[in-house]
Structures are given as C-alpha cells and as structure tokens.
C-alpha cells in the first residue's frame, strides 16, 4: 500500500504464495549442522578462487582421487600456509606440520566430510582404503564423530557429478578447500598445434584474511604440475 503499508491483499497473497510452496520442512540433524556451519563462514571468511587448467594426457589409468589428494600435498610442500587454520580472534595462524584432508561426501541427508589423516605420509593403496571405509561409514550412519572434526585443508571432488569451475565455501579455522570439476576431452596445443587431451579443472578457494594471492598461485601451480606428471 501507500508509504509501504501492509495491506490484507499483501497478507493475502503471501500466504497463497506458502500454501503453494508446501509445508515448512525444519532442518534436521546434519542439513541443519550444515545450514549453520555455511552461514558461519559467510559471515567470517573473506574468500578468494583462483581457478586454472591440468592436462591429464601423461596420465595412464589409475586413481583419480588418490591423484588429486597426491596434488594437494605437494600445493601444501609449495606452499604450507594453506594447510593451516587461522583465528580470527587473536589474529593468528597456525601452520599444520602434516596433512589432514577433509573430503567432502554428498548424500541425500546433507554434506559430510569426513578426514583422511596424515595424507602426506601413506601409500595409495592405505589412502583407498582409509577412503571406502569411511564412504562405508558414512552410507551406513555410522562414522565416529571424531573422524568428522580437525581437517586442515578440503577437496570438494564435485565433479564426479556435473560442472566445471566453482567458489567452494572456506568452513573456518580452515583457510582453503580445492575443488575439481569434470574431467573433459578437450582441444588444447601442442607444440603449435592442436591435439585432444583429458583436462581437469581445478578451483582453489581461500581465505584472503591470512592467505596471498601468490600463496594460493604457487599452491595450485604446484599441484597441476603433479596433476600433469606421468603415472
């Protein structure tokens, strides 16, 4: 109404337009954690995406996530500082001494993501492994709740369902969550001229507080370049 008055044919109106939408579904259990761990984040964190190429022509077949988590530790070689958790009360970092990943798992009652330890320093078959038993924990309902706390750095592997590049969400202390899209054929040159090679994108989020834009720049140079190796 006049002067922004709230009329009955606003009340009205409003609610034809709920009652079209069905009832209000509270959230729940890990819908809900999620729910206020992303609004957490998006009030703390000032984030930042770099976003770049890997050609995966050198590869032969193997594991890709064991490859991508293999990636994620030489970035953090490169660069430690994006393995580290900040504190935005006390204005400090502190920089992890080993690598423990988060990896997020979607399921139809929300996100999870669970923490594989100590990547840095376990052979790929022990990684696999360690992934199918938590992936099993998870389907099951039944991971500890230990197992779901104290990542230092995240992979967001969305692209084993659809999509390319993407602004992952920084969840805090944590100061980083690399993200992968879709592996695609795609027509790139070499030595001036074209050919078709496998391409991953990657999308590497930080948090601008604590983290450079160089740090973030040498981490993913770092681990494209272990991406492209042979193997």
């Known amino acids: 109404g006049p002067d922004g008055v709230i009329t009955a044919a606003d009340v009205e109106r409003a609610a034809a337009d709920l009652a079209e939408a069905g009832p209000l579904e509270p959230l729940r259990g890990v819908r809900r954690a999620m729910a206020t761990r992303m609004a957490h984040a998006h009030a703390e964190v000032v984030p930042a995406t770099v976003s770049d190429d890997a050609d995966l022509h050198a590869w032969t077949d193997g594991d890709v ?3 991508i988590v293999r ?3 030489a970035g953090c070689a490169a660069e430690p500082a994006l393995n580290a958790w900040y504190d935005s009360q006390q204005q400090g970092r502190r920089l992890h001494p080993k690598i423990d990943l988060g990896i997020a798992v979607d399921t139809e009652d929300g996100l999870f993501v669970p923490v594989l330890r100590d990547v840095a320093n376990r ?3 022990d990684l696999r492994r360690g992934l199918e038993r938590m992936k099993a924990d998870i389907l099951a309902r039944k991971i500890p709740p230990e197992e779901l706390r104290g ?3 995240t992979l967001s592997n969305f692209g ?3 999509g390319r590049y993407a602004a992952p969400v920084v969840v805090p202390p944590q100061v980083a969550i690399l993200s992968t899209g879709r592996i695609t054929p795609q027509v790139v040159a070499v030595d001036g001229r074209p050919a078709v090679h496998k391409v991953m994108p990657l ?3 930080f948090d601008h ?3 450079t834009g160089g740090e973030a720049a040498r981490f993913l140079a770092a681990a494209i370049a ?3 190796r042979p193997g």
């Open 65 to 67: 996530t064991i490859r």
């Open 71 to 73: 990636a994620i530790v």
């Open 123 to 125: 052979a790929a078959d």
């Open 151 to 153: 990542a230092t750095i």
């Open 160 to 162: 084993t369902l659809s």
């Open 203 to 205: 999308s590497l989020t």
């Open 209 to 211: 507080r604590v983290v």
């Open 226 to 228: 272990d991406l492209e």
